[in-house]
């Protein structure tokens, strides 16, 4: 059997997770290690704090995938005597390379926010912020009958035509083509200073605007005329968003129920912290159309308040930002621990690496920062 590596996993957490995907301040991929080494278990966590990479290294981890990059911010030194320092050569000295995938995991489908919206209970549709990293452009090409399955094969297998889960895809008809060749040309057809005409197919199909540049040389290649006619335009974005990749998820509950119930419900169904989960909004209010984004989520309270949702759930909600939602009629929050609206990603990241046929674990350590939550002890008084 052939040894799995590092590059291995990477390739099938990225396939899963694309980078392309990731917030453009964002610091996804493979942050220590060398690619070519080895992999007989992989380790999960959130974080990569100190605990967790002594935890990775001690379990036999030669790869620890977590969702948080440890190096999100410039740092000039990783000696072993600064704290992120000290992270890097605990895992370099244990054999452990460390990957993170961040927002590229929260937009992919299925990602972070979809094990969220499942675990409240509502199943994932829209994303809140759709995010496509790709254009679409509408191309028109003009080609003379007898060469257009060639030219077209030439484009397909270059990328065009492909919509959703089909692939060759245009459209064609026929008509007349003109143009009066100059001194200098060197026509296919017709003679220099003389107008000429033929028929002409025009053959419409889409393809990726990332493709623009390598479809214009594949098809002047392809094209028996010196100067083939085409036009490409950019579509507007028409994409499904019931299926597309973004940040945050909408859903229904099957029944409603009241925001008292679904908090509680929440409260049930995450990783249980000190902090707990709390709410802001009407306790006897009926709540359905939920809308849920893991991690720190307050940037979309606007967003939110635009989609005709009844609640929100998300984490490191601010006193300032939720007061003025719901004084501007927007819907109930919910605010769960940034930690325990995201630990529940790390099994659906080691289900896409188990079955490369490596050991798997996930690192149960609870790097939620808070370690006390007090209430006042009325009867103490």
């Known amino acids: 059997m052939t040894a799995v590596t590092v590059s291995d996993v990477v390739a099938a957490l990225e396939a899963a997770y694309p980078p392309q995907l990731a917030e453009s301040w964002d610091q996804v991929g493979l942050i220590c290690g060398d690619p070519d080494a080895e992999v007989t278990k992989v380790a999960f966590a959130l974080d990569c704090t100190q605990a967790v990479a002594e935890a990775a290294v001690a379990g036999g981890a030669q790869l620890l995938v977590v969702h948080h990059p440890l190096l999100l911010r410039g740092v000039h030194s990783v000696a072993a005597n600064t704290p992120k320092g000290k992270v890097i050569h605990t895992l370099l000295t244990g054999g452990c390379a460390l990957f993170a995938a961040h927002t590229n995991a929260d937009s992919a489908r299925p990602g972070v926010s979809d094990r969220l919206a499942e675990l409240v209970g509502i199943t994932p549709g829209r994303p809140i912020k759709p995010v496509f990293t790709d254009g679409i452009d509408m191309w028109g090409v003009h080609i003379p009958p007898a060469d257009v399955d060639r030219v077209m094969r030439e484009l397909f297998d270059a990328g065009a035509g492909e919509i959703g889960n089909y692939r060759d895809c245009s459209f064609a008809w026929e008509g007349t083509g003109g143009f009066t060749p100059v001194k200098g040309a060197d026509p296919a057809e017709g003679t220099v200073g003389e107008h000429h005409a033929s028929t002409e197919a025009r053959v419409e199909f889409v393809a990726p605007t990332r493709l623009r540049r390598t479809l214009i040389d594949v098809l002047r290649s392809a094209h028996p005329y010196e100067e083939p006619a085409f036009d490409v335009v950019q579509m507007a974005e028409t994409r499904d968003l019931a299926t597309a990749t973004g940040l945050g998820r909408i859903g ?130």
């Open 252 to 381: 229904e509950l099957p029944e409603a129920m009241t925001l008292r119930e679904f908090t509680q419900q929440v409260a049930d169904a995450l990783p249980e912290t000190v902090w707990g989960v709390r709410a802001a909004g009407d306790p006897e209010q009926m709540v359905q159309k939920v809308a849920v984004s893991s991690g720190s989520g307050d940037s979309f309270l606007e967003d939110v308040a635009k989609l005709g949702v009844d609640v929100y759930v998300t984490s490191d909600l601010r006193h300032h930002p939720v007061d003025e939602h719901l004084r501007a009629g927007g819907p109930a929050v919910i605010d769960t621990a940034h930690w325990a609206s995201e630990f529940p990603w790390t099994e659906q990241a080691e289900g896409i690496v188990a079955p490369m046929g490596v050991d798997t674990e996930i690192l149960s350590i609870r790097t939620d920062p808070w370690t006390l939550s007090a209430h006042p002890n009325h009867t103490a008084r």
